[in-house]
């Protein structure tokens, strides 16, 4: 029997970064669910392509090209998702990107694609999002994609980790101003998780192990691990939860994991 009360169903759930990755994973949880799910990406061809596969439930997967380092784009895309739609009900903001550098190497470039995504798009996202809300007189739950980089920041990564901690302080500004209006924004900060993208990086042995070992849960997320935190805080079972951050990490930020033997 399902429990309404962690029901999404017939939401219209707008997904930023939609089309791969972590933002495909929680789309397709979703849909599954009976969502109306409308997803936000810059390649129209991936984005066609992860509509079609995540199609499974009753509603089936659209989407609109969007470039959310571009607020014209911003503006122009929630414009069609509501003459669409009618309506809002949920923001996965999820859109980012990285590139991993040592500080000193660091160009105004890497420095500018970042934060137009990660930050300044994250930020025109939400805003034309949570006005539209407003307009609804309904609520709706707004989910920003945080990071572990807002526990401890790694190495390598500084305009990475500095996006994700304007995210939080964005996250918690929204919650202070809109949630009296019923418009709940909440974080969910993913440990390391598995995708395409990260692939890679994973797949070196020395990381792997460090992750591993570093990793309570001892393994590595993958993106259908985050779904479930995702349909709380888009649904009734979060009503009265906003301005907070949820680490799914795998237990990564519960301490410090030292090679002490124990007895």
């Not at 939401?11 to 089309?19: E, K, Y």
């Not at 392509?49 to 959310?68: L, M, Y």
């Not at 500084?158 to 202070?176: D, E």
Request: aromatic letters at 6%; charged letters at 20%.
């Amino acid at each position: 029997m399902t429990d309404p009360l962690f029901s999404v169903e017939d939401q219209v759930v707008l997904v930023s970064g939609g089309s791969r990755g972590i933002g495909r994973g929680l789309a397709a949880g979703f849909a599954e669910r009976n969502a109306r799910v409308v997803l936000l990406g810059r390649e129209e061809a991936t984005l066609k392509e992860t509509a079609a596969a995540i199609s499974k439930g009753r509603h089936p997967a659209e989407f609109v090209v969007c470039d959310v380092a571009k607020p014209d784009d911003i503006t122009r895309a929630l414009e069609t998702v509501v003459d669409r739609t009618g309506r809002i009900d949920t923001l996965l903001n999820v859109a980012g990107v990285n590139r991993r550098k040592r500080l000193e190497t660091v160009t105004a470039d890497d420095y500018n694609f970042v934060m137009d995504i990660n930050l300044h798009g994250a930020f025109w996202m939400a805003h034309g999002v949570g006005k539209q809300m407003l307009s609804q007189g309904q609520g709706g739950a707004i989910v920003n994609i945080d990071s572990l980089n807002t526990f401890a920041p790694l190495k390598g990564v500084a305009p990475y980790a500095m996006s994700k901690a304007g995210l939080q302080m964005m996250t918690r500004s929204m919650a202070l101003e809109w949630s009296d209006r019923g418009v709940r924004i909440n974080g969910l900060a993913p440990g390391f998780i598995l995708t395409d993208l990260t692939q890679k990086l994973w797949s070196d042995p020395t990381m792997n192990a460090w992750g591993v070992a570093n990793t309570p849960m001892r393994r590595l997320g993958v993106p259908a691990d985050l779904v479930g935190t995702a349909l709380f805080l888009a649904s009734p079972a979060s009503a009265f939860m906003t301005g907070q951050i949820l680490y799914v990490d795998g237990g990564f930020t519960a301490g410090i994991a030292w090679p002490i033997p124990l007895e």
